[in-house]
């Protein structure tokens, strides 16, 4: 054997692996002090209110985990210690974050925040916080989880979505939209894997998109709150983000195969359901956000050591990107 | 010197005896008969348990650390995940062989723990980076797959014949106790340091090295093995470890535990199915597993040492008819308390009464020098079969519904156990050391020295 000499007495081993049980003690604890101590603090309270004219975002920097905002002309400075979220979205005087509060196991939940962001209402969820919208009114909140479990659940291989729609003016609650009835290809569609995720709701507070997925394909869905209904209207469209005057969507668009970059942002005519790539050809995994008619923003892995950025890009597909909010993610205009 | 110990364990150490040419005191302080547990079963349980805190920490870890530590997109840790989980077949059944060869066990599981233990500094240094993330997944899959067969070739060389199942009960209950225990320790961690992943890890590899080096200090190398020494040749591929199927007695077992798993829906599905039964809060849904993991935990001793005593057929067979009773009480509407207990209690029976009890199962039909390649053949069949049953359920589900697929399923489970019984029928009626070895030289010109020469009755 290689590995020890067969000669070791019973005493020496022990004695050995005494010592090296409290040397990988040692390193073990010092590492978990030394993160304790850089460990940023959690909290639910605001230094600022929604007001309109910001740009509003979850920063990855300064003050990491908590949002924060810049003035909407892009010039000023920016304004620290909001609410920690893991997502974040605002519009109507309602803001929506998500959020996960460690335990065993450890917990999410949806909360909504007023105007002056304090709580209102609190969701219990389970999964990692990966969507959050807010129509304009501010009335309808939808939010998307991934539910993973931990590895108690069976693996984690198994990634699938939970969607919830919550109408803050009845306090009424879909807490998975699965079940809604999907019409696909003019018929009406049953399968238990369908997914969905990414809602967007139009200015009525009623009609919606969203992208649910079946059978390894992606499709664009137009929703009707009301009749509680769904219609697919394209395929391999995810992530819809309806634009501020409800003419066009922002989608991200599957054009390559497997993991290595597969999206590119689109925007889609809903008239003449035209779509047009944008002039970022970078891999985005966001649902964008509209700044105004003509602006998109959208989360994108960080350069220079920072986890993410926010860029721009026009909406029509002309110009270039450009460099937003450096060190931040989860854009939304509050008008 | 045999006088003292029971017949089984004395015939097993006289084919040793024969097998190494009268070497017989290696082996002597070996097989302290039924009741006790030999020390390196135990020393291999507290490295299992060790490093299964140690990967259970991360595995629990890892999808909150992808998608909220790094905002990468779930869809590619979904796929990296699921992408390593074939590979491990190939490399388990390599794992077997390398152990095999010279029985290098100790070795070829030390290699797997301390590849697996190294993926944490993989993470940790990797970064944001995916192709980093992907090579230390695979590294801790290639460890996983490269050391469970050697270990369970290990626990059965170390254990007398008769005290197998109790010995692969303790193991499993020892391993399931730090499966339980890393989630813990790992949320715990993110709880005090606010979400540093970073520190998961790190305590993650301490625990994985402490692993390893209790492997090194107290789990026995190649010489107190009874295995024969190297026998290198041309014979000796990977490959020919499915030669072992010619043996008929493991041929029934495999196909068996094959036919068996071809029957069992992942947990998964039972576990989403009886959340949508009962529609309890989600925030408990994580905890469904730990209640089948504690019944598992409780019962994989008794339930060896059961096994022991009246044959090891009877409780796998037994353990499988616990897993339909589950899929039964899913169909039935009973609801409430008792359908979730009545599940859980079913599933941990279903656990605890087949994974140790199929490798005990299993090892007296297997020379001694051919152990590990063996475990890895019926290991790989059995995960293979479990994974086409998982696809066929799933499919089963979108066509037809839920309803239809697990009566399906139920169905399929008691045909399965039916089959089963017949296979393993003849499996046990003969003693433990009586292994049906082909003959030598006739179906395989070079077959490996180590397989049993003597006949197997009668020597005692």
Not at chain 1, 51 to 80: E, I, N
Not at chain 1, 133 to 147: E, I, K, N
Not at chain 2, 2 to 20: E, N, P, Q
Not at chain 2, 153 to 177: C, E, K, N, Q, Y
Request: charged share 20%; glycine share 12%.
């Amino acid at each position: 054997m290689t590995l020890t000499p067969p000669e070791a007495s019973t005493r020496l081993r022990v004695i050995s692996i005494v010592a090296a049980a409290a040397v990988l003690a040692a390193v073990a604890v010092t590492y978990t002090v030394r993160a304790v101590h850089r460990a940023e603090p959690i909290a639910s309270s605001s230094e600022f209110a929604l007001d309109p004219g910001h740009l509003y975002f979850r920063s990855t920097q300064a003050g990491a985990g908590r949002v924060a905002r810049l003035p909407a002309s892009g010039t000023g400075p920016r304004t620290p210690n909001g609410p920690s979220c893991e997502r974040f979205y605002a519009a109507g005087g309602t803001a929506l974050c998500l959020l996960r509060r460690p335990g065993i196991p450890p917990k999410s939940y949806a909360v909504v925040l007023d105007e002056r962001l304090r709580e209102k209402r609190r969701v219990a969820l389970t999964g990692i916080p990966n969507r959050a919208r807010v129509s304009a009114s501010g009335r309808m909140l939808s939010w998307t989880m991934f539910a993973t479990g931990d590895s108690y659940a069976g693996g984690s291989s198994s990634f699938s979505t939970r969607t919830s729609i919550l109408d803050t003016r009845t306090g009424y609650l879909v807490k998975n939209m699965e079940e809604i009835p999907l019409t696909l290809d003019g018929r009406r569609y049953h399968s238990p894997d369908v997914n969905y995720w990414g809602v967007t709701f139009a200015r009525d507070d009623n009609r919606f998109y969203a992208t649910v997925s079946t059978k390894g394909k992606t499709y664009l869905v137009q929703g009707d709150m009301r009749k509680w209904t769904a219609r697919a209207l394209r395929e391999n469209a995810e992530c819809p983000s309806l634009s501020p005057d409800n003419t066009r969507v922002a989608f991200k668009k599957r054009v390559r195969g497997g993991t290595k970059n597969p999206w590119r942002l689109y925007v889609l005519d809903l008239r003449t359901m035209r779509e047009r790539p944008l002039a970022e050809h970078r891999n985005v995994d966001d649902q964008a956000a509209w700044l105004d008619d003509d602006t998109l923003a959208y989360a994108l892995p960080g350069r220079d050591g920072r986890k993410q950025d926010i860029w721009t890009t026009p909406a029509d597909g002309s110009g270039r990107p450009e460099l937003r909010v450096p060190g931040a993610s989860s854009p939304s205009q509050v008008r | 010197m045999y006088l003292a110990t029971t017949d089984a364990v004395a015939k097993a150490k006289d084919k040793k005896a024969k097998d190494k040419g009268g070497d017989a005191g290696k082996g002597a302080g070996r097989g302290k008969g039924r009741g006790r547990v030999t020390g390196p079963v135990l020393a291999l349980g507290v490295v299992s348990l060790v490093t299964d805190i140690s990967s259970e920490m991360v595995a629990a870890v890892l999808p909150l650390y992808f998608v909220l530590g790094l905002g990468l997109s779930p869809l590619q840790f979904g796929f990296l995940d699921g992408l390593y989980n074939g590979a491990t077949a190939f490399v388990r059944l390599l794992g077997g062989y390398a152990a095999d060869r010279g029985g290098r066990h100790k070795l070829v599981a030390g290699s797997g723990y301390l590849l697996s233990a190294l993926s944490r500094l993989g993470l940790l240094l990797a970064g944001g980076a995916t192709a980093g993330i992907g090579a230390a997944i695979a590294a801790d899959r290639l460890g996983k797959g490269v050391r469970t067969a050697p270990r369970d070739a290990l626990i059965s060389l170390s254990s007398p014949p008769d005290g197998l199942g109790r010995a692969f009960g303790v193991h499993r209950a020892m391993d399931t106790t730090g499966a339980l225990l890393g989630p813990l320790a790992a949320f715990a961690l993110l709880w005090v340091t606010a979400d540093a992943y970073d520190a998961v890890f790190v305590v993650s590899f301490c625990f994985g090295l402490f692993g390893v080096l209790l492997l090194v200090a107290f789990v026995p190398g190649r010489a107190a093995l009874p295995v024969a020494p190297p026998g290198p040749g041309p014979a000796a591929r990977p490959r020919k470890a499915l030669t072992l199927l010619r043996i008929p007695a493991f041929r029934r077992v495999c196909a068996a535990a094959a036919l068996l798993g071809a029957a069992t829906v992942g947990d998964a599905f039972l576990y989403l199915l009886l959340q949508r039964r009962l529609d309890f809060a989600e925030s408990w849904f994580p905890l469904l597993p730990l209640g089948t993991a504690a019944v598992y935990l409780l019962l994989a001793v008794p339930v060896g040492r059961l096994a022991d005593r009246v044959g090891r057929r009877g409780p796998f067979l037994a353990g499988h008819g616990a897993l339909l009773a589950a899929y039964v009480l899913l169909l039935l509407p009973t609801g409430g308390r008792a359908l979730l207990i009545g599940v859980l209690l079913a599933l941990g029976v279903f656990y605890a009464a087949t994974d140790g009890v199929l490798m005990a199962l299993a090892t007296p039909c297997l020379p001694e020098g051919r152990r590990a390649s063996g475990m890895a053949v019926l290991q790989t069949g059995q995960a293979l079969s479990r994974l086409l049953a998982s696809a066929g359920f799933g499919a089963a589900w979108t066509l037809w519904g839920i309803g239809a697929a697990l009566t399906c399923a139920a169905l399929a489970l008691t045909v399965a156990v039916a089959g089963g019984a017949a296979l393993l029928r003849s499996t046990e009626g003969t003693p433990a050391p009586a292994v049906p070895a082909p003959a030598p030289g006739a179906e395989d010109p070079h077959a490996p020295p180590e397989k049993p020469h003597a006949p197997p009755e009668g020597t005692s």
